[in-house]
């Protein structure tokens, strides 16, 4: 069992930064690939990006290449989402997750531990 919680949201303008932590419990952190989500109301979960269990891969949907940067600590069970210029379209609720599969994967449903979310919030 792995439990995820999630910090590090809030209100920024638009081109500001936050950062995101996911910090985990559970003695396999380490093994897992872990997944950055958001979910705006109405709308399906949204893949934003991904890292292996190493750190030594990682992968983003487009709108945040060049943006965000997601990096991973597995001495303190943390994984971070690093968000910079940040867009009011970027408003909404993100979530992390843990895969056990050990693959990079974009598909919500391939994952199997999830935080119960950090609402951000750019304004214009």
């Known amino acids: 069992q792995v439990q995820l919680v999630e910090s590090g949201g809030g209100l920024v303008q638009a081109g500001g930064s936050l950062r995101l932590s996911c910090a985990a419990s559970?003695?396999?952190?380490?093994?897992?690939?872990i997944g950055w989500f958001r979910q705006a109301p109405g709308k399906e979960r949204e893949f934003v990006a991904t890292?292996?269990?190493?750190?030594?891969?990682?992968y983003y949907t487009d709108s945040v290449k060049g943006r965000f940067t997601i990096s991973r600590d597995n001495a303190k069970n943390t994984v971070y989402l690093q968000m910079n210029s940040l867009k009011p379209e970027d408003t909404t609720v993100y979530y992390c997750?843990?895969?056990?599969?050990?693959?990079?994967?974009?598909?919500?449903?391939?994952?199997?531990?999830w935080g119960q979310g950090t609402q951000v919030t750019v304004s214009s």
């Open positions: 997750a843990a895969s056990t599969r050990r693959l990079i994967l974009t598909s919500p449903n391939e994952y199997d531990y």
């Open positions: 890292i292996s269990w190493s750190g030594g891969s990682t």
């Open positions: 559970g003695r396999t952190f380490s093994s897992y690939p």
